[in-house]
């Protein structure tokens, strides 16, 4: 053991809510906070860079995570990029800000996570915002994170827009993080600067308060288990330059470590699935059968279309969207829909995406999977990567969810207003649509649910992100979601952290 220290809380990992965490647990002089990251310091250029962040996926900044071959997608295995860095995913993603559904946390509390209500999610993304359009009922100014809309000239596009709104949604210009979000074609939102600089974690609760004599924040420190002492967590160990350390805690360890690597965490700590312990001979401290189960993510499929002109090739990799509910027998469900629209490739991904002239991509993205999948452990070894299995297409209505909006999206590219624009479908054209689809789904990158909160035997946490049968342990991430919001979940991410940090420091 290289050494031993004492902290009154313990933040494992500083992606969106590990970094709310140790901000607002900080803010109280004398309360000594340390951070865990595994990965490096945000200092790559192309992380400021809005359109540098394409070249870091694949990088030193990403755990390179892979899916299990996947029976839906033709038994391709698929790419997990996740932010190992200062900042973590909100460092390396593409800064979309999407709040999700007022009927997605009406679905959250409907499964046991008391007073997690929509109301409750926008006063905090209120405080949390500094909103460019301005103070409303709906937005906030003043807050650490810059919210722009759509500040890539290249990306806008009145064709899309116009189109939406001649087949009878709302817009052209329809606020989707205002009083509702479906069924309003608008511009997209991003967490950019005001200096047109990317606002990350690391940017907006980090860096403000590198100087607080009580928050030590080490990188390069993997976490390899929860200390538990009579069902009580009392410390971590991690590894930092090759050699074990341990820290012990007086008051709590809170473990934000995001969807996949949460769940295995607790497993390797005794806590999950007793089959999942027995298996890899990890003595059992609770057995919780929901840790690692209910992993959900969002599935996206490009639909390409031939334009009349080359027009500029934007920094960013979309900007105009609409969400919609394709699913007519649950009308009042939320939007299973989030369809993006770029007038033109994007500069970063110039490289990879060549279709012979100009072009133009509906992004079609399935924001509420029914198919669901599971996070376990490869082996005892806590250097391993956990086996992720996310069940993609496994449901039928998740493949009728993508032919159901190919049909919208060849009504948008034959309105008039998209007309002039449209010079014939490149993707997926004559090829049967279904093949298509599996052929081309691939993750959004927002695995959500895997620790997921409620008071049955299935979940994990309770409404205040408590560990059941664990005193002194939260899970404090996207990983608490009962079920995956309907958009980019990198807001609420932010706001499980605001909340939970608030939680904790209510008692």
């Known amino acids: ?31 000594r906070v340390m951070v865990l990251e595994a990965g490096g310091p945000a200092t790559d250029p192309n992380i400021a860079d809005i359109g540098g962040f394409v070249r ?28 190992k860095v200062v900042g973590g995913g909100t460092t390396i993603n593409a800064m979309m800000w999407v709040r999700g559904n007022r009927r997605n946390f009406d679905c959250w509390t409907a499964l046991g996570a008391d007073g997690w209500t929509y109301e409750a999610a926008v006063a905090e993304y209120k405080k949390m915002e500094d909103f460019e359009g301005g103070a409303s009922e709906y937005h906030g100014v003043g807050g650490p994170i810059s919210v722009r809309v759509c500040p890539d000239a290249a990306m806008r596009s009145e064709e899309f827009l ?32 005001k200096d047109g600089k990317r606002c990350s974690a690391a940017v907006a609760y980090l860096d403000p308060i590198r100087g ?44 934000s470590a995001g969807a996949l690597q949460s769940p295995k965490l607790l497993m390797l700590s005794g806590i ?25 993510d969002h599935v996206q499929v490009p639909f390409v279309f031939r334009t009349a002109t080359l027009r500029p090739n934007p920094q960013l990799l979309t900007g105009n969207i609409l969400f919609v509910n394709t699913r007519t027998s649950t009308p009042d469900a939320p939007p299973d829909m989030q369809l993006l629209f770029t007038p033109a490739v994007p500069t970063p991904l110039m490289s990879a995406l060549n279709f012979g002239g100009p072009a133009c991509i509906f992004l079609a993205i399935l924001i509420q999977p029914e198919s669901v999948g599971t996070v376990t452990l490869r082996s005892s070894d806590p250097l391993d990567p956990p086996i992720v ?7 039928r209505a998740d493949v009728e969810t993508f032919l159901e909006t190919l049909k919208l999206v060849r009504r948008i590219a034959t309105t008039k207003a998209f007309k002039e624009l449209n010079r014939g479908e490149l993707a997926p054209g004559s090829v049967d649509p279904e093949a298509f689809i599996r052929a081309q789904a691939s993750t959004l990158w927002h695995p959500a649910g895997t620790c997921r909160m409620g008071h049955d035997q299935n979940s994990v946490v309770d409404p205040r992100l408590r560990v059941h049968g664990v005193e002194a342990l939260r899970v404090i991430d996207g990983s608490v979601m009962p079920k995956v919001t309907s958009g980019n979940t990198v807001a609420a991410c932010y706001m499980i952290g605001a909340r939970g940090a608030d939680m904790i420091l209510g008692g």
Not at 9 to 17: E, K, L, P, Q, R
Not at 214 to 226: H, P, Q, S
């Open 1 to 31: 053991m290289a050494s031993e220290e004492s902290m009154d809380y313990v933040v494992v990992g500083c992606g969106a809510a590990g970094s709310v965490v140790a901000n607002r647990l900080s803010a109280k002089p004398g309360t």
């Open 272 to 296: 999950g699935p007793v089959e999942q312990l027995n298996k890899h001979n990890i003595p059992l401290v609770v057995d919780l059968p929901g840790v690692g189960r209910n992993l959900q």
């Open 56 to 83: 870091l996926w694949g990088s030193a900044l990403d755990w390179k995570f892979s899916t299990e071959a996947q029976p839906g997608l033709g038994g391709r295995q698929i790419t997990f990029n996740q932010g």
């Open 162 to 193: 116009a189109g939406a709104t001649e087949l009878g949604y709302d817009g052209p210009h329809w606020d989707y993080n205002g009083a509702r979000q479906e069924n309003g074609a608008g511009l997209l939102h991003f967490h950019i600067g």
């Open 389 to 395: 299995n996310p069940n993609y297409l496994y449901a």
């Open 212 to 255: 607080r004599p009580n928050l030590t924040l080490k990188t390069g420190a993997e976490v390899t288990r929860l200390l538990i002492d009579a069902k009580r967590a009392v410390g971590v160990e991690y590894q930092l330059d090759g050699k074990r350390h341990q820290v012990r805690v007086e008051r709590e360890v809170i473990v």
